[in-house]
């Protein structure tokens, strides 16, 4: 099952990417290649076997990357929370 992405988990993510995109993105291309290959491998397919603007393909799954693994750590760490 997916984490659930909260507002604050998106307000940071947004402003992180928003802040400047272009540089962004190119590491995200990076993080992810080292990160998960055949997730990099998948997004490049796609953008490139569309007729849309392959960086705003790319843009979109690297943001969704993201944001499921900010909501994922955050989602982590109340699972593991002790007192």
């Known amino acids: ?17 928003f802040e400047d995109m272009p540089s962004w993105r190119k590491k995200m291309i990076h993080y992810i290649k080292d990160e998960n290959p055949e997730i990099n491998t998948a997004i490049i397919e796609a953008a490139n076997k ?14 969704t990357y993201l944001l499921i693994e900010m909501a994922a750590k955050e989602n982590d760490a109340i699972m593991n929370y002790s007192e």
């Open 1 to 17: 099952m997916l984490p659930v992405i909260s507002e604050d988990i998106a307000t940071t993510a947004f402003s992180e990417i």
């Open 50 to 63: 569309t007729n849309l603007d392959p960086k705003a393909v790319a843009l979109g799954a690297y943001m």
